[in-house]
C-alpha cells in the first residue's frame, strides 16, 4: 500500500516537472511582452523581479494608456511599424474561414470514402495521403502565377482557399478515420428504414463524429494560424498574418523583442479561445480509434 502510494506520488511530480517544462517557454515570452528592454536584457535573467510595462502591446495594438486608439506611436526610429491589431485581424479570418472550408469539404469528402465502395478508392486515399507529403516550397511558385491569373493575389479568399487546400488532405484522412470508427450497420438500418444518405450523414453520423470534426478543426485552425511560407508568396501590401509580419520586428537598430512578445502573446489568446470552445468534444476526437471492440 505504501509503495503504491509513493509510486503515485512520484508520478504526480513527474506529471507537474513536465508540465512545467513544456510551459516554461511560453511563460518566460508572455513575461517578455511585460518588460522593457533594460528587464529583457538584464543578466542574471529576471523572472519575476521586475517593473511591469504594457507599453508593448500600446505600440503593437495602438492604444495609449487611457486605452484610446490611433493616439499611440507606433513606428520606431529603427523604421518598423508595429501596429499589428489589423494583421491579427487578418490571421483570424484567414484561419476561420480556411478552417470552415476544409472542415466542410473534407467531411463530405471523407465520409464518401469510408462508407461508399468504389473502384480505385484505396489508391485515391493514397493519392490524397501524398498530396500532404508533397513539400509546401514546391507548388508556391506555381499558385503565385495561378492566383495572378484570376487575380486573387493580396485577397482573403486567395489566402482562405490556398489555406484550406493545404489542410484538405490531413482533414480528409482524420475524419475517414473517425467516420470508419462509427459501425456502418447503423448506416444499413436506417436505408432500411427508409432514410436516405444524406439523412443518414446530417443526423445520424455527423453528431456522433462532433469529437473528430472538434479534433480536426483545431489542427486545421493551428496550422493556418502558423502558416508563412503561402502568406509570404501570395501577399503583397494588403494583408499579411502574424507569422509573416513578425519579421518586421527587425529594425536598421535591432530587433523589437518587446513588442515581438506582446504579438505572440496576444496571438496564442485565439487559438486558445478555439480549443476552449469545442474542449468537450476535443478530447474524444483525439481518443476516437484508439480502442477497438
Request: aromatic residues 14%.
Amino acid at each position: 500500500m505504501r509503495q503504491s502510494r509513493t509510486a503515485s506520488t512520484v508520478r504526480t511530480i513527474a506529471g507537474w516537472l513536465v508540465v512545467a517544462i513544456f510551459f516554461f517557454p511560453i511563460f518566460f515570452w508572455t513575461s517578455v511582452a511585460f518588460r522593457d528592454a533594460r528587464d529583457i536584457f538584464s543578466w542574471p535573467p529576471k523572472f519575476i523581479d521586475f517593473d511591469p510595462t504594457v507599453r508593448n502591446f500600446e505600440k503593437v495594438f495602438g492604444i495609449s494608456l487611457g486605452f484610446g486608439y490611433g493616439t499611440q506611436e507606433t513606428v520606431d526610429p529603427g523604421g518598423g511599424n508595429f501596429y499589428m491589431a489589423p494583421r491579427l485581424l487578418d490571421s483570424i479570418i484567414v484561419a476561420t474561414f480556411s478552417t470552415i472550408l476544409a472542415i466542410v469539404v473534407a467531411t463530405l469528402a471523407a465520409y464518401c470514402l469510408s462508407r461508399m465502395h468504389f473502384r480505385g478508392r484505396h489508391e485515391f486515399v493514397n493519392w490524397v495521403l501524398s498530396t500532404r507529403m508533397m513539400p509546401p516550397v514546391a507548388v508556391a511558385i506555381p499558385m503565385f502565377f495561378i492566383f495572378k491569373q484570376f487575380s486573387l493575389l493580396d485577397t482573403y479568399l486567395g489566402v482562405i482557399l490556398v489555406h484550406g487546400l493545404m489542410n484538405l488532405p490531413l482533414a480528409v484522412l482524420l475524419m475517414k478515420s473517425f467516420f470508419d470508427d462509427i459501425p456502418a450497420e447503423i448506416d444499413e438500418s436506417a436505408l432500411l428504414d427508409g432514410a436516405s444518405r444524406w439523412t443518414i450523414f446530417r443526423r445520424i453520423v455527423l453528431p456522433m463524429a462532433k469529437g473528430g470534426i472538434a479534433a480536426s478543426a483545431v489542427l486545421c485552425f493551428i496550422f493556418s494560424w502558423t502558416e508563412f511560407l503561402f502568406v509570404l508568396t501570395l501577399t503583397q501590401t494588403g494583408i499579411k498574418t502574424v507569422p509573416v509580419v513578425s519579421s518586421t520586428f527587425v529594425t536598421s537598430i535591432g530587433t523589437a523583442w518587446g513588442n515581438m512578445a506582446a504579438l505572440g502573446a496576444a496571438a496564442i489568446v485565439p487559438a486558445f479561445i478555439v480549443i476552449l470552445l469545442v474542449q468537450r468534444h476535443l478530447v474524444r476526437g483525439l481518443t476516437m480509434g484508439s480502442l477497438k471492440q
